[in-house]
């Protein structure tokens, strides 16, 4: 089945140490999205990759890095995690020959910070 | 500003009951509302509504948008305790594929 996949589920990092989350993607979408989701409330849209386009938040800070090496995967880099960074990571992707189409999400995955 | 507002915010209810859950809103450039099912891992797709008053329709979920007084309702009848979760709603607004999202209704179904 064609299917949004994050890598790994779960992950620990210590308070300033790099940590990469990675995502895949069968779909064939041109967009692919990484949003923060902390508990009790909405995802919040980081940044967003249309092909190779960027286009990163106006309140995304610094400290969050993307990258997408080609259609299928993307990352996102925390360059030096703090503590308000522990949260549920979701990648999803969209078709984008229309903005107006759904996004579909992976599994998440869930930093700690220690 | 854009916004979209889901009520109630949480809602026990027991197997077998009929729910309805809100979601408003008020966006700029409104193209579309979808929405999802959040257990404890990412949201899962249920619908998307672009047209008003066509009802959309799955197994014992459906939903119906209304663009006039801008909300949306999804229905779920005889429900089940695996249908406990948080139901987001967001809505797509303008072409730069970025959506507005609702802060969730959590819903504990009963056995």
């Known amino acids: 089945d064609a299917m949004v996949i994050q890598n790994p589920r779960y992950q620990v990092t210590q308070f300033g140490k790099p940590v990469t989350l990675s995502c895949s993607q069968t779909?064939?979408?041109?967009?692919m999205y990484w949003y923060q989701q902390k508990s009790s409330q909405a995802p919040k849209l980081l940044f967003h990759?249309?092909?190779?386009?960027?286009?990163n938040e106006a309140d995304t800070p610094d400290n969050f890095q993307s990258r997408r090496p080609n259609t299928s995967f993307c990352f996102l880099d925390i360059r030096s995690p703090g503590l308000g960074d522990a949260a549920m990571y979701l990648c999803?992707?969209?078709?984008?020959?229309?903005?107006?189409?759904?996004?579909?999400f992976g599994d998440g995955t869930r930093l700690s910070i220690l | 500003e854009d916004k979209v507002v889901q009520s109630p915010l949480s809602l026990v209810v027991h197997e077998g009951d009929t729910v309805t859950l809100n979601c408003s809103y008020e966006?700029?450039?409104?193209?579309?509302l979808l929405w999802y099912k959040q257990e404890k891992k990412a949201p899962t797709f249920l619908f998307m509504l672009?047209?008003s008053g066509i009802e959309k329709k799955s197994g014992r979920l459906s939903s119906i948008l209304d663009k006039k007084e801008l909300f949306s309702i999804l229905n779920i009848t005889a429900t089940q305790t695996g249908d406990s979760a948080i139901y987001l709603c967001?809505?797509?607004?303008?072409?730069?594929?970025?959506?507005?999202w609702g802060l969730g209704t959590s819903l504990a179904v009963n056995p």
């Open positions: 999803a992707t969209s078709a984008g020959t229309d903005s107006n189409q759904p996004q579909h």
């Open positions: 779909l064939n979408h041109n967009v």
């Open positions: 990759y249309y092909d190779k386009d960027f286009n």
């Open positions: 966006v700029t450039n409104f193209r579309s």
């Open positions: 672009t047209s």
């Open positions: 967001a809505a797509n607004a303008g072409n730069n594929r970025k959506l507005i």
